[in-house]
Structures are given as structure tokens and as C-alpha cells.
């Protein structure tokens, strides 16, 4: 069982950054991929970046590359995800998730996920 808590999320202008975090507990991460998605009102859950916790290999949607960044810190097993430059399209509720196999695009090959953080972009 792993548990997963964000924080991090609130209401900001663009042009803004904002960093998310997502710490994990419970059994061994290591094994793992960490995945951000994001669920905007009406609209289905869409993946937003993914970073495999023993090499670090990142992954990105189009719409955030070159202004989102994922990390992870392996010593506090916490996730993070730097969202600079930040517009109105990213308003949405954040969620990390974490997965152990399958392809960390789709949110049907994530087991855990956190309870979500609000993420709201003012003009």
C-alpha cells in the first residue's frame, strides 16, 4: 500500500509558477513511477508528466513541456512538479499518482493516488 498526500496547490495569476508536492509513504517506492494529471470541471483526468523514481526519466503531455518540470527527492520520497509560466487552460485539480507497470501515460495503469490539489489561474 503506498499513500500519497499533495500540497502545494492555490490560485495564482498567469505568467505565474507554482510548485506542487506529492509525498509518499508505505512500502517501497523504489519499484515505482510518479505521475502528475490534472482534471479540469467537465473534462476527463489527463496525464501531465511522469518521472521513474530509480533512473529519473521524465516524461511530459505537450501542452506543459518546456514550462512544467517533475523531480523527485529519493531521501525524502517526495515528488514535485514546478509549473512556471503558468495559464488560464491550467486551471484544474492536480493529482499525483503512482504506478508499477504499464504505460505511465494512462490513468488506468496507476494504483495510488493522492486527493488532489486545486490549482486555479487568474487573468
Known amino acids: 500500500q503506498v499513500q500519497l498526500v499533495e500540497s502545494g496547490g492555490g490560485l495564482v495569476q498567469a505568467g505565474d509558477s507554482l510548485r506542487l508536492s506529492c509525498a509518499a509513504s508505505?512500502?517501497?517506492?523504489?519499484?515505482?513511477?510518479m505521475g502528475w494529471f490534472r482534471q479540469a470541471p467537465g473534462k476527463e483526468r489527463e496525464f501531465v508528466a511522469a518521472i521513474t523514481w530509480s533512473s529519473g526519466a521524465t516524461y511530459y503531455a505537450d501542452s506543459v513541456k518546456g514550462r512544467f518540470t517533475i523531480s523527485r527527492d529519493k531521501a525524502k520520497n517526495t515528488g514535485y512538479l514546478r509549473m512556471n509560466s503558468l495559464n488560464l487552460d491550467d486551471t484544474a485539480v492536480y493529482y499525483c499518482?503512482?504506478?508499477?507497470?504499464?504505460?505511465?501515460?494512462?490513468?488506468?495503469?496507476?494504483?495510488?493516488w493522492g486527493q488532489g490539489t486545486q490549482v486555479t489561474v487568474s487573468s
Open positions: 499518482a503512482a504506478r508499477s507497470s504499464g504505460n505511465l501515460y494512462y490513468v488506468e495503469n496507476y494504483d495510488y
Open positions: 508505505g512500502r517501497t517506492f523504489s519499484s515505482y513511477a
